[in-house]
């Protein structure tokens, strides 16, 4: 049988609030009866990022649906994740490191929230997500939306060095080359009108990262502030699509001002709780730092969503004919619990059990094969019923 193995990287996935069989993408965990196949118990590691086909892609093990003597045969077929697209908005404002004022220093701001950033798009851990990145402000007409509905570096499967390159490519070289203004609120707009052209082409599960360092100022003082940014984000929550807020803070030296505290309610309207936010003056720390909030991100946004394969030649998809495998390494597969209210241990649901397209990972199987270096995944299509699906 092909298996599809899912890469991983070790990262944290408890801190960014998502949860894997509950997220907004995902939907929650519905209630209903449970009738559980055998299960087994999960391995230890790091966090998947996803790779292999689409959603919905299949190979099956057997060709044939029965057995030698002409008996049916319960057949093997591929599951695939559901592919990750990560959105980053990144403030480019004089405040990250104009020298204007003592604060806004280059050298404790944005070279090592750069570095980190580089680092992430180019990471070999970061293989199988795909990300896009938009600059703002932009130069003219920073303050429409339709601005910013073309990214500066377009949805780019990662690891990829053209992020780098963009990043080195708009970095002010004097303090005249820095862009004014936070217009926070068109740039959610415009990226979330991107979002949603791109996945009529490319379904999966979308996710917005907005990099700041301020309040939204100046456009319009009616249509970009907090108020709006927070709409915004609940809009594009309402559409499947959370908002991640790293907040870049001042380094502290007397007299910078707090101009983050407000994007926890970014966070929170996002889907996501709360904004991370990156201490600055020891350019090292802030670049770790930095790094490891964009690696939580990443770890949460891993969808646990998996398309239901299409049934062998010869079968008609039977909900109560199915059974989910979980592999770590060369171990044997171990069957995993059946449970629409998401109640049982390493358990699975369906995301429509009357008419279901898609087989959610409850939270805590979500966790465990996000730990697990060597997951794989598969859907058994057997012949008898091996689950009872609640009406």
Not at 87 to 99: N, P, T
Not at 172 to 182: I, V
Not at 200 to 225: F, K, M
Not at 247 to 260: F, K, M, R, S, W
Request: hydrophobic share 35%; aromatic share 6%.
């Amino acid at each position: 049988m092909r298996l599809l193995t899912v890469a991983m990287s070790v990262l944290s996935v408890a801190v960014v609030g998502l949860g894997c069989g509950s997220s907004p993408s995902d939907g929650g965990g519905a209630g209903g009866g449970a009738a559980a196949s055998s299960g087994g118990s999960f391995g230890q590691g790091g966090s998947p990022d996803i790779g292999g086909p689409g959603p919905g892609s299949s190979g099956t093990g057997d060709v044939n649906p029965t057995g030698g003597d002409g008996t049916c045969a319960s057949q093997t077929a591929a599951a695939s994740l559901q592919p990750v697209y990560l959105a980053f908005a990144f403030d480019v404002s004089g405040s990250m490191g104009k020298g204007d004022k003592e604060w806004h220093d280059k050298a404790l701001k944005w070279d090592p929230v750069v570095a980190a950033t580089k680092q992430f798009f180019a990471d070999p851990g970061s293989e199988g997500l795909t990300a896009s990145l938009t600059f703002f402000p932009a130069d003219d007409d920073k303050c429409m939306a339709e601005i910013y509905m073309t990214p500066d570096v377009p949805l780019t499967p990662l690891p990829s060095p053209a992020f780098g390159a963009a990043l080195d490519q708009i970095e002010p070289m004097t303090s005249s080359d820095w862009r004014g203004g936070t217009p926070t609120a068109w740039v959610m707009r415009g990226t979330s009108e991107f979002i949603g052209a791109q996945r009529q082409q490319n379904p999966g599960r979308y996710a917005i990262v907005l990099v700041t360092d301020g309040y939204p100022q100046g456009c319009d003082e009616a249509s970009d502030t907090i108020d709006a940014v927070v709409a915004d984000a609940q809009e594009a929550l309402a559409a499947n699509v959370p908002t991640y807020v790293i907040g870049v803070e001042n380094p502290p030296i007397q007299g910078a001002p707090d101009t983050l505290d407000d994007l926890h309610k970014i966070a929170a309207a996002g889907g996501t709780e709360s904004a991370v936010l990156i201490n600055t003056g020891d350019p090292s720390q802030t670049t770790a730092a930095f790094k490891a909030a964009v690696d939580r991100i990443r770890s949460a946004s891993v969808s646990c969503t998996l398309g239901i394969p299409p049934a062998p030649d010869g079968r008609t998809f039977d909900k109560e004919k199915v059974r989910v495998n979980y592999t770590s390494g060369s171990n044997s597969p171990a069957s995993l619990p059946y449970d629409q209210s998401c109640a049982t241990a390493d358990a699975w649901r369906y995301d429509e059990p009357a008419n279901p397209t898609q087989i959610v990972l409850c939270d805590g199987t979500c966790a465990a094969v996000q730990a697990d270096l060597e997951a794989a995944l598969s859907v058994d299509f057997t012949c008898e019923s091996v689950i009872e699906v609640p009406l």
